[in-house]
């Protein structure tokens, strides 16, 4: 992660050097829900009871207004994967959870629908690039709990794509609240050939709801 810092930290200063003159820049910082899961194709019998794995996302923004369009980049943490449940004849009932730890940088066009003085609601879209933090596989049983590290087996880096509605609501000469609802869509396989799932092509999905603040 420590690698990232510089060249983010380049790319934020990069945009707002190019931006117009006239633009209303906002920086801020949001956090909020994940519901993420996996897709697998084709289908695995053994995952039926597959569930939306409720998890966290968080990180910083910078929002650059140019009226009806705006460009948003973002840095976000983001923990993504899936859970399912059943019951084994020796143990009794289990939960088995893969969590996937990434830190993504979602690049969005914004375009305002609706402006009612301080309140704006817009429209975004764009794409996501992940990059792997960590990969586990934990299972749960009434006796016992074990999380094996399976980051070797997810590829180390990930591509999806991004969309939603948002709402912002401006405070004047303090700061904005922003609240936004996203679906996360995957475009790419994010198993190794060498995992023993390597024979199937499993992609992230799933939902997020944000709170923010700018500045």
């Given at each position: 992660m420590?690698?990232?810092i510089?060249?983010?930290?380049?790319?934020?200063?990069?945009?707002?050097?190019?931006?117009?003159?006239?633009?209303?820049?906002?920086?801020?910082?949001?956090?909020?829900?994940?519901?993420?899961?996996?897709?697998?194709?084709p289908?695995v019998?053994?995952?039926?009871?597959q569930?939306?794995?409720?998890?966290?996302?968080?990180?910083?923004?910078?929002?650059?207004?140019?009226g009806?369009?705006?460009?948003?980049?973002?840095?976000?943490?983001?923990?993504?994967?899936?859970?399912?449940?059943?019951?084994?004849?020796?143990?009794?009932?289990?939960?088995?959870?893969?969590?996937?730890?990434?830190?993504?940088?979602?690049?969005?066009?914004?375009?305002?629908?609706?402006?009612?003085?301080?309140?704006?609601?817009?429209v975004?879209?764009?794409?996501?690039?992940?990059?792997?933090?960590?990969?586990?596989?934990?299972?749960?049983?009434?006796?016992?709990?074990t999380?094996?590290?399976?980051?070797?087996?997810?590829?180390?880096?990930?591509?999806?794509?991004?969309?939603?509605l948002?709402?912002d609501?401006k405070?004047?000469?303090?700061?904005?609240?922003?609240?936004d609802?996203?679906?996360?869509?995957?475009?790419?396989?994010?198993?190794?050939?060498?995992?023993?799932?390597?024979t199937?092509?499993?992609?992230?999905?799933?939902?997020?709801?944000?709170?923010?603040?700018?500045?």
């Amino acid at each position: 992660m420590k690698k990232l810092i510089i060249p983010l930290t380049v790319i934020f200063l990069a945009i707002l050097l190019i931006a117009p003159a006239k633009a209303l820049v906002t920086f801020g910082v949001k956090g909020g829900l994940n519901y993420s899961n996996l897709t697998f194709s084709p289908p695995v019998d053994f995952f039926t009871n597959q569930k939306y794995l409720k998890s966290f996302s968080g990180g910083a923004f910078l929002s650059i207004n140019l009226g009806p369009i705006g460009f948003q980049p973002e840095v976000l943490y983001s923990r993504r994967g899936f859970e399912f449940s059943g019951t084994d004849q020796i143990s009794g009932p289990y939960q088995v959870q893969i969590l996937l730890d990434y830190l993504e940088i979602p690049l969005l066009v914004r375009l305002n629908i609706i402006s009612l003085g301080p309140i704006k609601a817009y429209v975004f879209g764009g794409t996501s690039y992940g990059y792997l933090q960590k990969a586990k596989f934990k299972e749960t049983s009434q006796n016992s709990q074990t999380t094996e590290d399976i980051k070797s087996d997810i590829k180390s880096s990930s591509l999806a794509a991004v969309g939603g509605l948002g709402l912002d609501l401006k405070i004047p000469m303090l700061f904005k609240i922003t609240l936004d609802a996203r679906y996360h869509y995957g475009l790419s396989n994010i198993i190794q050939p060498t995992s023993d799932l390597g024979t199937y092509k499993i992609k992230n999905k799933g939902f997020s709801i944000m709170l923010g603040l700018g500045f």
